[in-house]
C-alpha cells in the first residue's frame, strides 16, 4: 500500500496567516493528488486535484503544488469559513488510493 | 445540476449485511465512475473502492475484498455499495462520490450502525 502522511494532525491559526499543510507519500505517486476540504458534518468537498489545480469554483487563496513523494497545500490568506479538516489522498492505480489522516484547521 | 442521493441510515447486528444506494442525476450517468469513501465516528476518510458504471469494473480496497461488492444499476443511474459479515467496526457514514480518481461530487452520506 501507498502510505500519506499528513502533517500537521491540527493548526491553529488567525485570520489572514499563511496556512500550509503538507502530505508526503511512501513511493512515488508524479502529480496523482488530490486535496479535499471538510467542514463538520457535511462531505467533503474537492479542492485541488492533480496536485496544483485549481477545482472550478474553488477561492484562488487555496493552492496546491509538489510531485513525486512531497506536496504542500496553501491558504494564502486564511478566512474564517475555512475552518475544516483538510485530506490529501492519492489516486496511482494501486489500490487502496489513500487519504492521509487529516489536518484539523482552527482559528485562534 | 450534479446530485448524488444516498439511502437512509441503518442499524444492522453483527454479522448482518447493508446495502446502500446512491442515486446520481445532472450528467450522463455511464460517462463517470462512482466510488465509495467510508468515515468512522471522529476518525478521517476511508477509500473504500470504485465502479465504472459503463461496464461494472470495479477496484476494492484489499482489507474488503470479499465482504464488499459495489453494482451498478444503468436504467435508474443508481449505485450499490454492499458489506457483508458487518462488525462493530465498520460503524460510520459511508459516502458514494462521481469519479473513481478526483472525486469532485458527494452523496450527502449514509450512517450504517453496527449493533447487537
Known amino acids: 500500500d501507498i502510505q500519506m502522511t499528513q502533517s500537521p494532525s491540527s493548526l491553529s491559526a488567525s485570520v489572514g496567516d499563511r496556512v500550509t499543510i503538507t502530505c508526503q507519500a511512501s513511493q512515488d505517486i508524479t502529480n496523482y493528488l488530490n486535496w479535499y476540504q471538510q467542514k463538520p458534518g457535511k462531505a467533503p468537498n474537492l479542492l485541488i486535484y492533480d496536485a496544483s489545480n485549481l477545482e472550478t469554483g474553488v477561492p484562488s487563496r487555496f493552492s496546491g503544488s509538489g510531485s513525486g513523494t512531497d506536496f504542500t497545500f496553501t491558504i494564502s490568506s486564511l478566512q474564517p469559513e475555512d475552518i475544516a479538516t483538510y485530506y490529501c489522498q492519492h489516486y496511482v492505480n494501486v489500490p487502496p488510493y489513500s487519504f492521509g489522516q487529516g489536518t484539523k484547521l482552527e482559528i485562534k | 445540476q450534479v446530485n448524488l442521493v444516498q439511502s437512509g441510515a441503518e442499524v444492522k447486528k453483527p454479522g448482518a449485511s447493508v446495502k446502500v444506494s446512491c442515486m446520481a442525476s445532472?450528467?450522463?450517468?455511464?460517462?463517470?465512475?462512482i466510488s465509495w469513501v467510508r468515515q468512522a465516528p471522529g476518525q478521517g476518510l476511508e477509500w473504500m473502492g470504485w465502479i465504472t458504471a459503463y461496464n461494472g469494473n470495479t477496484n476494492y480496497a484489499p482489507k474488503l475484498q470479499g465482504r464488499v461488492t459495489m453494482t451498478t444499476d444503468t436504467s435508474t443511474s443508481t449505485a450499490y455499495m454492499e458489506l457483508r459479515g458487518l462488525r462493530s467496526d465498520d460503524t460510520a457514514v459511508y459516502y458514494c462520490?462521481?469519479?473513481?480518481?478526483?472525486?469532485?461530487?458527494w452523496g450527502q452520506g449514509s450512517l450504517v450502525t453496527v449493533s447487537s
Open positions: 445532472g450528467y450522463t450517468f455511464t460517462t463517470y465512475g
Open positions: 462520490a462521481r469519479g473513481v480518481a478526483t472525486l469532485g461530487y
